[in-house]
């Protein structure tokens, strides 16, 4: 995740496979994710 109103950059997550299609909406971020084998999706809260 990159802030645009500041020059930081954070890591939302930290597994190695495939996290593809994300998308914001408000103060979430959501992908899909295939570390359990399968396409499961996730949420990351964004807090500042």
Known sequence: MYDLSTPKETQITTNESNQESPAICGDRIV???????????????ISK
């Open 31 to 45: 992908w899909q994710d295939s570390r359990n084998g399968g396409s499961d999706i996730y949420v990351c809260t």
